[in-house]
C-alpha cells in the first residue's frame, strides 16, 4: 500500500494543530490576567496608560 505525500502532510498539519490547542489551553490556565483593564485607565480622563509612568493629560498621576 502507497502512502501518498498529501496526506502524510496533511497528518503533519493536523497533528501541529492539535498540538497548538493543547499549548494554548495550557498557557491559559497558568498565565493568569496580570492587571484588570480599569487599572490601565487614566482616573481622571479615562484615556488608556502605557507603562508606568503619568498620564499625558498631568491630573492622574502615578500609578504603579
Known amino acids: 500500500?502507497?502512502?501518498l505525500a498529501s496526506d502524510v502532510i496533511l497528518k503533519i498539519v493536523f497533528l501541529f494543530l492539535?498540538?497548538?490547542a493543547?499549548?494554548?489551553m495550557f498557557g491559559k490556565l497558568r498565565m493568569p490576567r496580570?492587571?484588570?483593564r480599569d487599572a490601565a485607565r487614566c482616573p481622571a480622563c479615562g484615556r488608556h496608560r502605557i507603562g508606568k509612568g503619568?498620564?499625558?493629560c498631568g491630573?492622574?498621576?502615578?500609578r504603579s
Open 59 to 62: 491630573k492622574g498621576g502615578r
Open 34 to 36: 496580570i492587571m484588570r
Open 22 to 24: 493543547v499549548l494554548a
Open 18 to 20: 492539535i498540538v497548538m
Open 54 to 56: 503619568p498620564c499625558p
Open 1 to 3: 500500500m502507497r502512502v
